[in-house]
């Protein structure tokens, strides 16, 4: 079984910025995906920032030139760093990841972190 942690949330005025860490910890063989969802309230949730299984990245039109993810993976560690944060980006961010287990090869299982909140004021 695999667990997520994330941390990093909190209130800041725009333009200001924010990091959000978000550790899996669990019996891990491979890692083919990693990212950041974010849902607002009203709103479905939807794809911040993410890695593929080759090292690509994908975001999200509206983040693009803002935010940066990154990774440790000696950690099975991704991060998320956002810049000149705006009133738009708050929602709850939930870090996301599909893996292998070690237990069941060939599996692909997904796993979601317990979000964290993030308030941007104007």
């Known amino acids: 079984q695999v667990q997520l942690v994330e941390s990093g949330g909190g209130l800041v005025q725009a333009g200001g910025s924010l990091r959000l860490s978000c550790a899996a910890s669990g019996s891990i063989f491979s890692i083919n995906a990693m990212g950041w969802y974010r849902q607002a309230p009203g709103k479905q949730r939807e794809l911040v920032a993410r890695f593929t299984r080759s090292g690509s990245t994908n975001y999200a039109d509206s983040v693009k030139g803002r935010f940066t993810i990154s990774r440790d993976n000696a950690k099975n560690t991704v991060f998320l760093q956002m810049n000149s944060l705006e009133p738009e980006d708050t929602a709850v961010y939930y870090c996301?990841?599909?893996?292998?287990?070690?237990?069941?090869?060939?599996?692909?299982?997904?796993?979601w972190g317990q979000g964290t909140q993030v308030t941007v004021s104007s």
């Open positions: 996301n990841f599909i893996v292998v287990l070690r237990s069941v090869p060939y599996s692909s299982n997904e796993y």
